[in-house]
C-alpha cells in the first residue's frame, strides 16, 4: 500500500519521501491566473496560493527531483470548468506534460476527454470531487481511460470493498486529515477569498503572492495558528451555525457543523488492515495548505502500514495503532475516525 | 414554458393542481431515500389518469443504490405510452438510461452551478464579477460528451446571482429551473439519523422539524436543511419566464 502525499514546495521533496513518501502530488496557480481569476478560484481545488506551486519552473524542477528520487508526481486539476476556465487547465495540462508529470488528477469530464484525444501519455486519476459512490461509477471512469479513482471521503468500509471488486484499476482513499462533513464534489460553498469579516486580511490569505514565498520562513507555528483561524471563519467547511428558536436564527457560536480539530486531523489508520484487505492500493494524507506535521503524519502513516502487515489479532492491532496515534501526537476517537 | 411540480413521496400528490403539466418524482439528494417499485407505480397511474408527463429523479448512488433505481427505470421504460425522463445525478447510471431509452435531463449535482448565496452579494471595487459566477462549468469537450450520450436537458437552481443567459444560448441543450430552493451542499446522510460520524448536536434529533432554517455566522441568507441536503430559498425566477429564454420549464418543489 502506497502513501501519496501533498507537496506545494520544491525544496520539501526530499525529507517527505525520506519519511516515506511513495508518491508526490502538488497543483500549480501561477501569478498569471491568480490576476486573471481573482475572485473565481484557481483551475484546482485550493485558491490559496501558498497551497500550490507557483510557476511551472518550479514543476519542473519538482518533477526532475522527484523521478531522481525514483517517485511519481501527480498535478491535481479538480475542479470544473466553463470554456475560459477549461482553457486554463488545459494549458496547464500541456504544459505538466511538458515537464514530465506521471499523473493529473481530474473531476472535469471534458478535461478527462481532452487529455485523451490529444493523447497525452499521462495516467488519469479521478478525484474524489468526482464522486464515485459505486462501482458503475467506477467502470464508466475505466472506459474513459482513468487509471485509478481517488475516493470520497463518506464511503463505508463495505462499500469501499464493492467498488475495489471490479478489479482493474488502482483505488485510492483519504487516510488523514481534512474530513469534511459536506461531499467534496457536491458542495456549492465557495471556498476561499469571499469573507467580509476578515476582509483584507483573508484576500491576503489566500492571493498575497508575497505571503506565499514568505511562508517559507515564517515560523511554522505561526503560520498554523494563522491558517486555522482563517479555515474557521472564511471555510464554510468549518462555519459556526445557530438553529432558529422561534423566529430569529440563534446563533451559538460554540456549534460547528465540522469542528475545526476534528476537520483538520481525521484519521483512518486503524482500517489500513480492511482497507489493504480490499484492495485499495494507495492511501492519501490529505492537506496541500499543511505547513506543519507534515513529517510527523507521514512517518505515523507508515508505522501504522508497517503494523498492518503484522500477524497479530486484529484488536491488537487497533490498540498498536492507537498507541502510535499517541506516540505522533495524533488525535483518535470517533469524531476523528474516517472509517469507524 | 412547461411547469412542473417535484415531489419526493406518493402522498405528495395531493399538492398536484392543473397548472403544472408534468411531475418530478424522487429526491435528487438523498440515496436513503429511494422510491418504491408500488408508489412508482401508483404515480403512473396518476400521470396517466391527469394526463401528465412524468421525471424520475435519481440522486447520486452507492451500489445499493443504482440496483434499486435500476428496478425502477426497467419498469417505468417497459411501459407503453409513457414518454419517461430521468434525472441523472450518478455517471454509473448513465449506461442503464441509455440502455432503457428514457430521455437523459442532467441534475444539478452534476451540473456543479456556483451558488455559494455569498457570491451575490461580494463586489469588489470597480469590478463586477457576478459575470463570472452566473455561468454554470460545462465546457465544449463536456457538451460533446453529452451530445454523445444523448443527454438533452440540464437541471438548474435558480440562484441569488441569476444564469448567464447568452451561456446557455448558445448550448444544444433545453434547461430545466428550480424554484424556490437553491441546492447549496449535502452531507452523506440526512443530518438526524445519526448515522455521520459527527457530533453535531448534543441533544437528540428526533424533535426536530423536518425543515430546519439555520443561521451561519458570514452568511446573511437564512439556510434551511431538509434531510441531508442544505438550500436557501429565491422565489424570485420572473426573469426566466418569457418566451426567449432557453429555460423552458419551471419546476416547483412545494411542501405540504
Aim: hydrophobic share 40%; net charge neutral; aromatic share 12%.
Amino acid at each position: 500500500m502506497n502513501i501519496v502525499v501533498p507537496i506545494h514546495r520544491v525544496q520539501d521533496a526530499e525529507s517527505l519521501v525520506a519519511a516515506g513518501a511513495d508518491e508526490l502530488y502538488c497543483g500549480v496557480f501561477t501569478k498569471d491566473e491568480w490576476c486573471d481569476s481573482r475572485g473565481s478560484g484557481c483551475v484546482n481545488h485550493r485558491s490559496e496560493v501558498f497551497s500550490n506551486l507557483n510557476d511551472f519552473s518550479q514543476l519542473r524542477r519538482l518533477v526532475k527531483k522527484a523521478h531522481d528520487l525514483k517517485i511519481p508526481l501527480s498535478l491535481v486539476l479538480n475542479e470544473f470548468y466553463d470554456d475560459d476556465k477549461l482553457c486554463a487547465a488545459m494549458e496547464q495540462v500541456k504544459q505538466a506534460y511538458d515537464c514530465g508529470v506521471d499523473a493529473v488528477i481530474i473531476s472535469d469530464i471534458g478535461l478527462l476527454r481532452y487529455v485523451r484525444e490529444k493523447g497525452y501519455d499521462v495516467s488519469v486519476h479521478i478525484s474524489s470531487c468526482a464522486n464515485v459512490f459505486n462501482s458503475h461509477t467506477r467502470a464508466f471512469y475505466k472506459n474513459m481511460g482513468a487509471s485509478r479513482i481517488i475516493l470520497p471521503r463518506q464511503l463505508t468500509r463495505e462499500e469501499i470493498g464493492s467498488i475495489c471488486a471490479g478489479g482493474g484499476m488502482e483505488i485510492e482513499v483519504f487516510i488523514l486529515n481534512e474530513r469534511c462533513f459536506y461531499v467534496d464534489g457536491f458542495c456549492r460553498f465557495q471556498h476561499g477569498n469571499i469573507t467580509k469579516r476578515l476582509g483584507a486580511a483573508t484576500v491576503l490569505w489566500h492571493f498575497n503572492m508575497w505571503l506565499a514565498s514568505a511562508a517559507a520562513v515564517i515560523p511554522r507555528k505561526i503560520l498554523q495558528v494563522m491558517h486555522r483561524y482563517v479555515v474557521n471563519h472564511d471555510h464554510a467547511c468549518c462555519f459556526p451555525y445557530g438553529i432558529e428558536d422561534g423566529g430569529e436564527p440563534a446563533f451559538r457560536p460554540q456549534k460547528y457543523f465540522n469542528d475545526p480539530r476534528s476537520f483538520l486531523y481525521a484519521c483512518g489508520a486503524c482500517a489500513l488492515r480492511d482497507l489493504k484487505e480490499l484492495k485499495v492500493s494507495h492511501v492519501k494524507i490529505c492537506g496541500r495548505s499543511m505547513f506543519t506535521e507534515r513529517i510527523r503524519n507521514i512517518r505515523f502513516v507508515k508505522d501504522a502500514i508497517a503494523l498492518s502487515e503484522q500477524d497479530i489479532p486484529q484488536g491488537e492491532f487497533v490498540a498498536e495503532v492507537r498507541g502510535l496515534a499517541q506516540k505522533y501526537r495524533k488525535y483518535c476517537g470517533d469524531q476523528y475516525c474516517y472509517y469507524r | 414554458m412547461e411547469y412542473a411540480l417535484n415531489i419526493q413521496h406518493i402522498d405528495q400528490c395531493d399538492l398536484w393542481d392543473d397548472r403544472y403539466q408534468r411531475i418530478y418524482f424522487g429526491d435528487e439528494f438523498c440515496n436513503e431515500n429511494i422510491p418504491s417499485v408500488d408508489d412508482t407505480k401508483r404515480l403512473m397511474d396518476f400521470c396517466s389518469q391527469h394526463a401528465l408527463r412524468m421525471t424520475l429523479v435519481t440522486p447520486f448512488l452507492t451500489d445499493r443504490g443504482v440496483d434499486a433505481y435500476a428496478g425502477i427505470v426497467r419498469l417505468l421504460s417497459g411501459c407503453q405510452g409513457l414518454d419517461l425522463e430521468v434525472v441523472l445525478n450518478d455517471w454509473g447510471f448513465l449506461p442503464l438510461c441509455r440502455e432503457s431509452g428514457v430521455k437523459i435531463s442532467l441534475g444539478r449535482l452534476l451540473t456543479h452551478q456556483p451558488s455559494d448565496p455569498r457570491l451575490g452579494t461580494h463586489r469588489r471595487p470597480g469590478k463586477n464579477i457576478s459575470e463570472k459566477w452566473q455561468r454554470i462549468p460545462v465546457n465544449t469537450y463536456f457538451t460533446a460528451f453529452m451530445k454523445e450520450q444523448h443527454i438533452e436537458r440540464i437541471e438548474l437552481s435558480n440562484t441569488a446571482l441569476g444564469v448567464a443567459k447568452e451561456q446557455l444560448d448558445e448550448m444544444p441543450f433545453s434547461f430545466s429551473l428550480h424554484v424556490p430552493d437553491v441546492y447549496l451542499t449535502l452531507t452523506r446522510y440526512p443530518l438526524f439519523s445519526g448515522r455521520d460520524r459527527f457530533k453535531i448536536f448534543s441533544g437528540s434529533g428526533a424533535s426536530l422539524p423536518e425543515e430546519i432554517v439555520i443561521a451561519i455566522k458570514n452568511i446573511e441568507t437564512p439556510i434551511f436543511i431538509r434531510k441531508n441536503a442544505f438550500f436557501y430559498k429565491n422565489p424570485h425566477f420572473e426573469a426566466y419566464d418569457g418566451e426567449d429564454h432557453p429555460v423552458d420549464r419551471i419546476v416547483y418543489t412545494l411542501y405540504p
